[in-house]
């Protein structure tokens, strides 16, 4: 008996089987950290949840050591700046209004992210 030059049916359905394992664990390894890592709770976690690396900024953040009164002005504030609009547009008018700048430990930062820096410390 010949065998046909084509792809057996089971070595086409192990093939795709691999191929298919393959661009699983290819997303689990992008998208796993992501999946995994620690999210803000609390009052102010829908406005920390806003920035990329919450858990970092929240670093920044406890430098910062502003009291209670101070954050929740803070999340007012910022909250009120970002209604409808993308943090990047409220840090760029922050870093165009030259007034809109703050230093913290050496660092200057526009004062919306400093603000959302507070809000990611108080939220982890």
Known sequence: MNRSPYLSRRAAVLGGVAAGLAAIVAGAIVEGPRLLRR??????????????????????????????AATKAAAADAGRRLAGRSLTQVVSED?????GLVEIEGWVLPRTLAELCLLAARSF
Request: aromatic share 2%; no cysteine.
């Open 39 to 68: 999210r803000p709770r609390g009052a102010y976690a829908r406005l920390a949840g806003r920035l990329d690396d919450p858990e970092q900024a929240a670093i920044v953040g406890r430098a910062m050591r502003a009291d209670g």
């Open 95 to 99: 870093v165009r209004d030259m007034g």
